[in-house]
Every structure is written in C-alpha cells, then in structure tokens.
Nanobody, 117 residues
Framework: QVQLVESGGGLVQPGGSLTLSCAAS????????MSWVRQAPGKGLEWVSR????????SYADSAKGRFTISRDNAKNTLYLQMNSLKLEDTALYYC??????????WGQGAQVTVSS
C-alpha cells in the first residue's frame, strides 16, 4: 500500500533552517509528481510546493518562494523540502502528498515544524 513518511521536523529559531524528508513506498515514485502541504495551528491547509515526477519542474507558493527548495531523489524514493530563513509564520504541520493536483491523493502523517525564539 502507499506509504509516505515525513521526517526532519523540529524546533528552530527564526532565521534558521530545516530539511524535511518524505520516504515513499508502495508505488512507483518516479512516475508521480509530489507536493508539500502545510497546516498551521488553527488554520486551513496551505499548498507549499510541488515538483514534477522527473524533478525538472518545480513551483512554490509566494510564502515559500526564495526560501524553500523542493527536490527529490528517485533512486531513493525520497522527497525533500529545504527550508531556509524560517519565520514564525512557517510554524505548521508539514505533509508530503502524492500528486500535484488538488491536495494530492495520499498523505503522510506529517512533520511538525515549530519556529520560535
């Protein structure tokens, strides 16, 4: 069955960096575009970034542009989100999702990112 397992979340100070990973299994990873979605406390879902199946095409929400970098390693079946210059408002539960339309069709359990001084 499809499994997506996020890791790499944690507590970081404003201006700091974190890299999230998403290990995928149960499907042919290299044939699917992938996305990152987040949910801040008390707020709705926010799309963060997406990447094509081959990794050559990426896009970002305005809130992430210039600070976050999405990437993937199809040999390792792993999706990444490098987050730099983190802000308080980046505090959220971050999910990787299979697919690049809507919210995707499968999600992981989420990785908590807390930005706090």
């Amino acid at each position: 069955q499809v499994q997506l397992v996020e890791s790499g979340g944690g507590l970081v100070q404003p201006g700091g960096s974190l890299t999230l990973s998403c290990a995928a299994s149960g499907f042919t990873f290299s044939t699917y575009g992938m996305s990152w979605v987040r949910q801040a406390p008390g707020k709705g879902l926010e799309w963060v970034s997406r990447i094509s199946n081959d990794g050559y095409s990426t896009s970002y929400a305005d809130s992430a542009k210039g600070r976050f970098t999405i990437s993937r390693d199809n040999a390792k079946n792993t999706l990444y989100l490098q987050m730099n210059s983190l802000k308080l408002e980046d505090t959220a539960l971050y999910y990787c999702a299979r697919g690049t339309t809507g919210w995707g069709d499968y999600w992981g359990q989420g990785a908590q990112v807390t930005v706090s001084s």
